[in-house]
């Protein structure tokens, strides 16, 4: 488990992560990555595949982690839409590909100063997300190729 997710869970554990979410749990390595690697921490994930959920909820559940970790299944776009605004440390999109809707519904999310990390970014032709998430006036964004991390401007 260690090994798997270590940028989101370096990351998690660097900036003191409380709350996290993630979108695209697959199986929930990254969930259980970022769980363990700050030990105070509450992940939600968001999963749209059922038998992914399934599956993700199953392996959270055999780490003993089913208490701090949440599979909600659903598309991001419902889920984001229910969760509280500036609740969040942290967000990490892992899923295809980020439409600029959930850009900023994890921006929402996300308390000012709380961290994005954006992946998957090359992966679809809508580059106003890539503009978005390089916008100075909402973002402080360093770009790592294909994925970005994102800390949000008050």
Not at 2 to 26: D, F, H, N, Q, W
Not at 47 to 75: K, N, P, Y
Not at 98 to 119: F, M, N, S, Y
């Amino acid at each position: 488990m260690r090994g798997e997710g270590s940028l989101p869970a370096t990351l998690a554990a660097a900036i003191g992560a409380r709350r996290i979410i993630e979108v695209g749990t697959a199986l929930g390595y990254t969930a259980l990555s970022m769980a363990d690697a700050v030990p105070t921490a509450r992940v939600e994930s968001v999963e749209m595949d059922g038998d992914h959920a399934h599956a993700a909820r199953a392996h959270i559940a055999r780490h003993h982690m089913a208490e701090r970790i949440d599979v909600h299944h659903g598309t991001a776009e419902k889920v984001l839409a229910t969760l509280v605004t500036g609740a969040y440390d942290m967000a990490f999109f892992d899923g295809f590909t980020p439409t600029a809707d959930i850009v900023q519904e994890l921006r929402r999310l996300l308390r000012p100063g709380g961290t994005l990390l954006a992946g998957n970014l090359i992966l679809g032709p809508d580059r106003t997300v890539v503009d978005s998430l390089g916008d100075p006036s909402r973002w402080r964004t360093h770009s790592l190729g294909e994925t970005a991390v994102c800390v949000k401007l008050p």
